[in-house]
């Protein structure tokens, strides 16, 4: 049964998803792959982390069109990718732009580990303190006295 309802939504789906890509026409097939590249490259403002070509909120689908046009008008695809950051700003595409603003992105994470990995090996090569070998003697004193 399962089985069955995954078949069915796989179908259903997959025939939306052609539809969508059929509603333009391009001259060629290079221009179709560069829409199909486009859109899973640019993101939709309104939805959560989702690319113009799996949203159907308003603005996906104005986007898309957009996308078409240019393509039509024969820019490139920096050329799109910039007007649609000029247009949207830098969080339309999925690879942002490594500036002041955004280089914390790069240089957190690799200093985050770094300080890990700082914490880890000086934890390890730290000597037992004084205390803590008082206590290991009093500890074999009592295993030493229960015998």
Request: aromatic content about 8%; some cysteine.
């Amino acid at each position: 049964m399962k089985s069955l309802v995954c078949s069915l939504l796989l179908l259903l789906f997959s025939t939306a998803a052609i539809s969508a890509d059929n509603r333009y026409n391009f001259n060629s097939q290079q221009d179709r792959a560069l829409f199909l590249t486009l859109t899973a490259e640019l993101r939709c403002p309104m939805c959560q982390n989702q690319n113009i070509a799996d949203s159907d909120a308003m603005i996906a689908h104005d986007m898309r069109r957009k996308v078409a046009s240019l393509i039509r008008q024969g820019k490139s695809e920096q050329e799109i990718i910039d007007y649609m950051k000029a247009r949207y700003g830098d969080f339309v595409y999925y690879e942002p732009p490594v500036t002041v603003a955004t280089v914390w992105l790069w240089v957190l994470p690799v200093l985050f580990t770094l300080g890990g990995l700082i914490l880890v090996l000086r934890k390890r090569s730290a000597p037992a303190d004084a205390d803590t070998r008082a206590r290991l003697q009093k500890a074999d004193q009592l295993l030493e006295r229960d015998k």
